[in-house]
């Protein structure tokens, strides 16, 4: 029995580190989308790239906190203005959190 209660630890064990490999605490994760989206070449599709921040945050509160590391990124507009309008534009952001957020307000 106690062999059966040890290999069924380590399964769990298992199981939950595995699990756990996969997390990305949501904040760092829209953090790293809007550092890339900042990091391009400003000739290039900065919409995409703006488009592509938005969508890696999981909610409103989110974006603005990563793009206010970068007040001059959307020429001093304010981050939640920045979304309001991307999420109005682009039909791929509908199911996105920030945009989410937006529509409940």
Do not use: K
Not at 66 to 91: K, L, M, N
Not at 98 to 104: N, S
Request: include cysteine.
């Amino acid at each position: 029995m106690g062999a059966a209660m040890a290999l069924a630890a380590g399964l769990l064990g298992a199981v939950v580190s595995a699990c756990g490999m996969g997390y990305q605490d949501p904040q760092a994760a829209c953090d790293q989308a809007v550092a890339a989206a900042m990091a391009i070449d400003p000739r290039s599709d900065t919409v995409r790239s703006i488009d592509g921040a938005i969508a890696g945050c999981a909610s409103l509160e989110a974006w603005v906190s990563a793009a206010q590391r970068y007040p001059d990124a959307f020429g001093g507009q304010d981050p939640t203005a920045v979304a309001h309008e991307r999420c109005g534009t682009s039909t791929a952001l509908a199911g996105s959190g920030v945009c989410a957020d937006l529509q409940g307000d």
